[in-house]
């Protein structure tokens, strides 16, 4: 079997190369991918749906890059299985690709394609060519990891960024030479246009959440060297759920939203009524809305949450080691974080309880300064017109 898939694998790559010599590129074909086509969700979907409002997939062909073909798409849209023969018909003749992760490295980017990468949060911990030490998903090769990482950006068109310390920070760390769109994130455009009790209920209502608790998020990332095999990662947590329970119940529920990454099935059944898991399929946008109060680590959903101007607590049982070892990070953290920063579940439970907005005012409002001037509510109307303009 495993021969086959091998030969099956070498001949769609040999077609995949004929096509891009022998085919035209397209001006009606737009390809979507997600998380390399793992869900459907964050700033890819925001643009697809933007645009699907406005009636455009009735005028172009978007195609839906997935592993899962089951996925739920609005509109007029083909899925398409990531890396088998129809996707590589599509990629092939595609005039313009969108994409909010790498794509295989042999993908050919022709003359006449425009590729635009939405990428997916600003960094606290260090990206691409920045880092100095590789421990992710078993491999310790950073000098190819950087090679493969320069490679892949080169074929960027176009990347957006949320901030101008992103605009920085990518030009460097991805050795980007394309055009710089900072202009916030459309996955954010939904925190202007659904902060409201009226939309928010009904979100609840939809997940199934209470409408008489508050709503905590927690919503980690993942770690590098905690994994099954690469690309799927363990949910890593030393946080005590019995006791945030038993300290919390009375009055919140608790969201639990893994990474893309996370590949974990956790039992959850003792936790009835007080713990809610979302998987990657979840669009953690909707997660942001419903909920009174983040937790996260070094994740970058802080920059997009403080959009809300909601607490934000920061459970980082292993700073030292993630900011040492594993990643390093771009600012000192402990000095820039807008909310408490703790070690265990104890002193969570405690700074929840004893929150008190004002002694958290002049941080948060430094905070949102500097990482959230660029988002306005219309990040995705000007992709979208991006898109457009190339398809003529």
């Known amino acids: 079997m495993k021969a ?7 001949l769609a790559l040999v077609w995949y190369f004929i096509l891009t010599k022998v085919m035209p590129v397209s001006g009606n074909v737009i390809v979507w ?3 390399v086509g793992r869900n459907y969700s964050g700033n890819v979907r925001s643009i697809y749906e933007y645009m699907v409002s406005r009636g455009l997939d009735k005028r172009y062909k978007m195609v839906w890059s997935l592993e899962n073909l089951d996925t739920v798409i609005p509109g007029k849209a083909v899925k398409v299985k990531r890396t088998h023969f129809k996707y590589l018909y599509y990629m092939s003749v595609a005039r313009v690709w969108v994409s909010d992760s790498r794509m295989p490295a042999w993908l050919i980017k022709r003359e006449g394609n425009t590729y635009i990468q939405t990428w997916h949060g600003t960094p606290l911990k ?6 100095n030490v590789l421990s992710m998903g078993g491999k310790s090769d950073i000098e190819k990891y950087h090679e493969e990482f320069a490679a892949n950006t080169k074929t960027w068109d176009y990347l957006i960024s949320q ?7 990518f030009r460097r760390c991805f050795a980007f030479k394309g055009e710089m769109l900072e202009i916030g994130y459309p996955r954010n455009d939904i925190l202007f246009t659904g902060n409201n009790k009226e939309y928010i209920d009904k979100l609840k209502r939809k997940l199934n959440l209470p409408l008489d608790k508050k709503v905590i998020l927690y919503a980690p990332t993942w770690r590098d060297d905690q994994y099954y095999h690469d690309s799927f990662y363990k949910f ?5 759920y019995d006791l945030m329970k038993k300290k919390l119940l009375e009055e ?12 974990d099935h956790m039992d959850w059944s003792s936790y009835d009524k007080f713990i809610f898991e979302f998987n990657e399929q979840q669009d953690i946008s909707e997660l942001y809305l419903v909920s009174d109060i983040l937790i996260t680590d070094y994740s970058s959903v802080m920059f997009d949450y403080s959009l809300l101007k909601r607490p934000m ?9 993630y900011r040492d070892n594993l990643r390093g990070f771009y600012f000192d953290f402990l000095k820039t974080a807008p909310g408490p920063v703790v070690r265990t579940t104890e002193e969570l439970t405690e700074a929840i309880l004893s929150y008190d907005k004002e002694d958290w005012q002049k941080q948060y409002d430094a905070f949102s300064r500097t990482y959230n001037h660029a988002d306005d509510g219309n990040a995705s109307c000007k992709v979208a ?8």
């Open 236 to 240: 890593t947590s030393d946080m005590n």
């Open 33 to 35: 991918e997600s998380n």
């Open 385 to 392: 017109q991006i898109i457009e303009g190339r398809m003529r």
């Open 126 to 131: 260090k990206l691409a060519l920045d880092m």
């Open 252 to 263: 919140y529920v608790l969201i639990v939203k893994f990474h893309y990454l996370v590949k």
């Open 4 to 10: 086959i898939k091998k030969c099956l694998r070498k």
């Open 163 to 169: 901030n101008a310390f992103s605009t920085e920070t």
């Open 313 to 321: 607590f920061f459970f980082a049982y292993d700073l030292d080691n």
